[in-house]
Structure formats: structure tokens, C-alpha cells
């Protein structure tokens, strides 16, 4: 039981063949197959953020650990009230893990 990995972003949205947003996906809790696959979703979102957002690229390289803190992260802020504190040495990639939780949680909403 402890090697499953739960995610509410796994599902992709529905877009037309113009590439025009149809229908967001919506966020379900649900057990991710593997690593690898949350891996390249989150990848994914990465890549849109970064077009997105040109100016405040981020170049991230997503490694387990940061991915499972990535996570937390997203299932953190998708809950009623909830809040984190996130402690580390400078540099360790919190505030840049945060900005692309909140991207994943909030598609529409700019920062």
C-alpha cells in the first residue's frame, strides 16, 4: 500500500480541433498508476506553464522527491481550508514547486 501515489490532476482537458479549450478536467482524487506517469503529466504542465508565463520560465528538472512534494502540494491547496508550511535551505525549489502546484490547481486564474 505504501507505493501508491494519489493525484487530482491526472485527467486531460477536452480540446477541439482549432485547440480551443472545450471542457476542463475535473479534479478526482485517484490512484496514479506509477511514478512516471504523474511524472509526465506533470512534465506537461511545465511545458504549458512555461508558455504561458515566458517571462517567468522555470527550468525544472522533476525528480521523485520533488515530485511527491509536488503532490502534497497540489493536494494542499485542491482541499477546503488547507495550508502549508514549507521549510527548506534556500534554493531547494519551494517557492518554484508552489507556483506550479497553484498552475495546476487554478487553470484559469492568473498569478
Sequence with gaps: MTDLYFADFQRKDVIDEYGELVEVAPYVYEAAP????????????????????????????????????LLRITRTINSPGGNILLVGVGGSGKQSLTRLGCFICFKTLPF
Design 34 to 69: 506509477d511514478l512516471e506517469a504523474i511524472r509526465a503529466i506533470s512534465n506537461e504542465k511545465l511545458a504549458l506553464y512555461n508558455e504561458k508565463y515566458a517571462s517567468k520560465k522555470m527550468n525544472l528538472v522533476i525528480f521523485d522527491d520533488a515530485l511527491k512534494h
